[in-house]
């Protein structure tokens, strides 16, 4: 139980459950335990075993998270995604997933390391001091790891970014294209469709040309028809005149033709 006089330090662990802290509690739980004895009569002794399972417990969180961020780095350097928005976000929160806990693991190492070098101020035996020197040398290069880790995971961002916005305007570049050529296409067309408006407005004035001769002629055909009219009613009547001649020399001919003939007999006598 924590007291006034005394000091109170608190160790984030990467994990509740691990091998080196199972250990720790099973020697301090054994009343008949040589060890557990000497670490309750010591506590310099069980703060080092504390830091010892801290240490190494950062130790393997940290190859784990280094491990994965290679998986994740090698999926970055891959050029061709089959959903490129999606795929880079998806990336892009996992990696900045990374740099969060990293920056957490550097402050829980950044905090033991603290912790130790105030124990280092205490006196202690030889060996524990050498002990909380090593581990405090192995903080330090914890905390350089998470400082390289972290700056290759930017990077990596970086990367996955720069990656999309190259992949980006290379399909604004060709959706560029692709307009630039469907305008030229259609100004073709408009050509095209204003050249044959032009020609359909000389067909329809040529059509129109030949509509005023075929009026033409068919007016002056129909001044021949009326023509061809008159004259065959001029003909219908000079057959009337010559028919009814005709009646009348067959009736009045003959009697003059008998008179005549009598006459000159007469004069012959």
Known sequence: ????????????????DTASLK????ILSSP????????????????????SCHVHDWRLYLREKDSGFYDVN???????????GQE???????LRRMVDSILFTRACCQSHRDVLKTFSALPVTTTLGSTITTHSNLLDTYIEGCNTLTNSINNSI???????????????????TEIRDMTKQMKNSIADNASIMVKVRDLTAQNNTVLERVKHLTEQNGAVMEKVQELTQNSVNDSVVVTLITVLSAFYLPGRFVALSSFSFCVCH
Do not use: W
Not at 32 to 48: G, P
Not at 88 to 94: A, C, E, I, P, Y
């Open 1 to 16: 139980m924590y007291t006034e006089d005394r000091d109170l330090f608190v160790l984030l662990h990467s994990t509740s």
């Open 23 to 26: 250990l720790l509690v099973s």
């Open 32 to 51: 008949e335990d040589q060890h557990a004895n000497i670490l309750r009569s010591q506590s310099a002794s069980l703060h080092s075993m504390f830091s």
């Open 74 to 84: 090698n999926l970055a350097m891959t050029p061709k995604l089959s959903r490129p």
């Open 88 to 94: 880079s976000f998806d990336r892009v929160k996992t």
């Open 158 to 176: 970086g990367l996955v970014e720069n990656t999309l916005l190259l992949h980006n305007q290379l399909e604004t570049a060709k959706l560029d």
